[in-house]
């Protein structure tokens, strides 16, 4: 008789916890259109293959540079572990968990992310951090992350941050319920469109310029931890026009490279250098590079690292070859996708575009 | 720590688990502690105010008893040495000190309570008339924190200190199991208002883990949240649109918003009852109800004596009763008798009785006008439909209808119009607005909002009031159910698979329907800022 209550108990547990994981894959954002860039950090978990670099930053980085050019150009195998409005303490915690799976020899940083001290926004915050895998290093960074009115336990049980989609459920959440297609690959986001720079917005005046000791904090953390690992660091300011880059930033960011004897490049000044025109290479007027600038941007970044940090060309090591000819399809297929898309609506449709 | 919060949650769950596996002994003390723990969660700076009242009352509680005590051993002791007369001087002497201490304990909490509560309510009134009628200064107003629960607390102690003056029972020796009672966490901030000889049967009792009085208390708890987050905090928004835009919100709107708050309020408040009752029915306590399906009442007098039924008892008990017997208000019964006859005499009294009870009642639950307008208004329905009494035994005494269905339906709907229009103080909160508001519904008639959309822009969707009409017929047929006993015992008896099923879709319906998280403003429950 006992014996039956208890199995019964047990089953009857299984079967809420059980309805309750299905509701919480149910509700879940999938991120499989429309704001695609929630997928980019669950996709390195499937990713195969080591990389020589690894790029950490927000849309600074998943947009503006192409992993597939530094490949096709140099043989250098990339990931951008990248994401919407990435905080410096988000993009610490996402390299201390990279060095877990792999061992770069180059962490290229874009130091945007020093204009922001505190936590900003959950619903970036969600894109970062739910993707991560859970493990004592997404902890830490829910906790460096999250806002007043956030709360740990809507991380770990996400049914309750999710719960009141229920009503927004479409076909596609059923569709991708427990696997979804790859939006991405090497954490590059493409965009094929084109909105030329039509005029450069003036940065407003700030009452301090000085970056915050948390994000200094971080992004000390950073250079000890790629120190640790034997790895080189690089700080980058991505030739995005806005958000401004303020004298000041520059200034305080030349002074910390100096220091900690750090490469740093402010690619903005090096702008006709790397050939970005900015009526054809942005696709949002100057926020972020299409696929034509990035390719560029990656061009020219990659000289540097092959000459400047010695790394080796793998094309034709046998490890990488047919993982990356995949990519390459991958990248073309969804170049020319875009670009017919463009050519039959006159915009992007997909992919983030103007029909989603 | 809000009932609803994730951090309430995890505090109980722990509770539960450590009350069930320490020996017996300890668990009326991991109670106090609990409840202590609970309530520094609000500030710790309040602690010093539940602690003031805690032992003033029992100090003085006890020194009532030693006078009791004193007064029967000198009685035995000069049996038949005293004649009647002295023995009653003897009494009264007795009875005279006591009657101090009490006032002086009264006088404190009440004290505590009213300079807490009233004092900028005071202020404010003292400003508009020198603003009005004297020289314009203005007095400046006290930065006053309400400690939590405050309401709830002092009138319970104050209830038990009455008792224990009128000789009910003896006064706690323990202090800390006193101070329990004063501050156990459940009720200490919507209530029900406890009595001690009630509510300390079971609270200092040792316990065994029972299966059904946990699973029952576990069932409670969950619809208790059920009505809260799926029901009163979704209605909310509605309610918070409505009434926060009276220009724009006017006529059928302010129709709506008052019947939607008569639901917010219903499951608000029950629901945050639910979760206390059935919180202390996990730990075997036995809390007195404080509903029995009000909104199935026939008359506002029947509804005060199923809605918030502790405090009404209070009232009741410790405050019309005393009234009416005073000495000076049977002095007045006598000379309201001489002066307008036996008929509008005897009236008088009862009457000043109400209002002073219900003028107490409007500020109890709130320092301003608006309550005390509410208050006095309910009054004065109860009173009228008295007058109309004979009136009404005409009618039915003529039409036989008082037992149909139809009738019976009539009244409900009446009674709960009635009360859902005194609920528009509480809504507006200003007299002026609400009396503005309510005659727009009889001035304003923009019918077609209830077709044309416009109730889709109140801030609710369409999935919103489907999910409140399910609410609702869940709510009535629950109410129903309950008319042939408990509904937790009823299901207790039905298949496992139908009882499961139900016991999982709450879970569900809570965690996926319910307003909260990230994107809803989540509030705490309406009684706890009373």
Same mark, same amino acid.
């Given at each position: 008789m006992k014996t039956k209550r208890v199995l019964i108990s047990f089953v009857m547990a299984c079967l809420l916890l059980g309805s309750l994981f299905l509701m919480e894959r149910l509700l879940m954002p999938k991120y499989v259109s429309g704001v695609v860039e929630g997928s980019l950090i669950e996709e390195y978990y499937s990713e195969s293959g080591k990389h020589d670099v690894i790029f950490i930053g927000d849309c600074e980085v998943y947009e503006n540079i192409s992993p597939i050019t530094l490949w096709e150009e140099y043989g250098i195998a990339s990931y951008i572990r990248g994401s919407a409005q990435q905080l410096i303490w988000q993009s610490y915690y996402l390299l201390e968990e990279t060095l877990k799976y792999e061992k770069p020899e180059v962490v290229v940083f874009n130091v945007l992310a020093m204009k922001y001290d505190q936590p900003q926004n959950e619903a970036y915050n969600r894109m970062t951090l739910d993707g991560m895998k859970m493990s004592p290093t997404k902890l830490k960074s829910i906790n460096a992350s999250m806002l007043e009115e956030e709360s740990l336990i809507d991380y770990l049980f996400p049914l309750l941050r999710y719960h009141s989609r229920w009503s927004e459920v479409t076909k596609s959440d059923f569709q991708n319920i427990f696997k979804k297609e790859k939006q991405f690959h090497n954490g590059y986001y493409m965009r094929a469109d084109v909105k030329p720079v039509e005029s450069i917005p003036k940065g407003r005046k700030l009452p301090d310029y000085q970056f915050g000791d948390n994000a200094y904090y971080y992004l000390n953390s950073m250079v000890e931890l790629c120190k640790e690992n034997d790895i080189e660091l690089i700080l980058i300011k991505a030739p995005s026009l806005y958000p401004y880059w303020y004298d000041e930033w520059e200034f305080q960011m030349e002074k910390y490279a100096n220091k900690h004897d750090l490469q740093y490049i402010n690619f903005l000044e090096l702008i006709d250098e790397v050939g970005i025109d900015f009526n054809t290479d942005t696709y949002d007027a100057g926020l972020h590079l299409n696929v034509a600038g990035a390719e560029k941007l990656s061009k020219y970044f990659g000289k540097i690292l092959r000459e400047e940090?010695?790394?080796?060309?793998?094309?034709?090591n046998y490890d990488y070859v047919d993982i990356w000819k995949e990519k390459i399809t991958f990248y073309n297929d969804i170049k020319e996708t875009q670009y017919a898309e463009i050519d039959k609506y006159g915009s992007l449709q997909s992919f983030g575009g103007n029909g989603e | 720590m809000l009932f609803t919060s994730y951090s309430f949650l995890i505090f109980i769950a722990l509770l539960f688990v450590i009350y069930y596996t320490i020996?017996?002994?300890?668990q009326w003390k991991l109670l106090l502690f609990a409840s202590y723990l609970f309530y520094a969660f609000a500030g710790v700076k309040f602690l010093g105010y539940i602690l003031l009242t805690t032992i003033s009352v029992y100090l003085v509680s006890h020194k009532i008893d030693k006078l009791h005590q004193m007064r029967t051993q000198y009685l035995s002791k000069h049996k038949g040495e005293l004649s009647r007369e002295e023995k009653k001087e003897y009494k009264l002497s007795i009875k005279a000190i006591q009657w101090k201490w009490l006032l002086f304990t009264l006088f404190i909490n009440f004290g505590i309570l009213a300079v807490l509560k009233y004092t900028n309510f005071t202020i404010a009134n003292i400003n508009y008339l020198t603003q009005a009628f004297g020289n314009g200064r203005q007095l400046s107003f006290w930065n006053l924190a309400l400690p939590m629960g405050i309401s709830f607390y002092t009138f319970q102690t104050m209830g038990y200190i009455i008792d224990v003056y009128r000789g009910k029972y003896a006064p706690e020796k323990n202090l800390f199991k006193l101070a329990l009672f004063v501050s %156990? %966490?459940? #009720?200490?901030?919507?209530?029900?208002?406890?009595r001690f000889d009630d509510l300390s049967k079971t609270l200092f009792k040792e316990k065994s883990f029972n299966n059904k009085s946990v699973n029952f208390g576990l069932q409670r708890i969950m619809w208790g949240f059920f009505k809260k987050v799926v029901i009163a905090d979704r209605i909310l928004i509605g309610v918070t649109t409505i009434v926060s835009n009276p220009d724009t919100y006017q006529g059928v709107f302010v129709f709506v918003g008052m019947l939607f708050y008569a639901l917010q309020l219903y499951a608000d408040f029950t629901g945050g009852i639910d979760i206390t009752l059935g919180i202390a029915e996990v730990l075997g306590i036995k809390v007195q109800e404080n509903f029995n399906r009000p909104y199935f009442s026939k008359s506002i007098k029947e509804f005060w004596r199923r809605w918030h039924i502790t405090l009404g008892t209070w009232f009741k008990e410790y405050l019309f009763y005393p009234i009416s017997v005073c000495r000076p208000m049977l002095k007045l019964s006598k000379f309201s008798r001489r002066i307008f006859g036996d008929a509008i005499g005897k009236r008088i009294p009862v009457y000043l009785a109400t209002l002073v009870v219900w003028f107490t009642t409007g500020i109890w639950h709130g320092s301003s006008w608006n309550f005390v307008v509410w208050g006095l208004m309910n009054s004065l329905v109860i009173l009228v439909s008295q007058e109309f009494e004979p009136l009404y035994e005409r009618f039915h005494n003529k039409f036989?209808? #008082?037992?149909?269905f139809g009738f019976r339906s009539f009244q409900v709907a009446r009674t709960i119009l009635l009360m859902s229009s005194l609920r528009l103080f509480d809504c507006y909160r200003d007299v002026p607005l609400t009396f503005k508001m309510f005659g727009t519904m009889f001035t304003n008639y923009n019918v077609n909002i209830l077709f044309n959309g416009d109730l889709m822009n109140l801030g609710l969707s369409m999935a919103d009031y489907i999910v409140l009409l399910m609410g609702l017929v869940l709510l009535l047929t629950v109410s129903l159910i309950q008319r042939n006993g408990s509904v937790r015992s009823q299901l207790e008896i039905q298949p496992l698979v139908l009882r499961y099923a139900i016991y999982y879709s709450l879970i569900i319906a809570v965690i996926i329907?319910?307003?909260?998280?990230?994107?809803?403003?989540s509030s705490q429950f309406i009684y706890n800022q009373f």
């Open positions: 940090y010695q790394i080796v060309d793998k094309r034709n | 020996p017996k002994k300890y %156990f %966490f459940p #009720q200490l901030i919507q209530g029900p208002i406890s036989k209808i #008082q037992h149909t329907l319910g307003a909260y998280g990230v994107g809803y403003d």
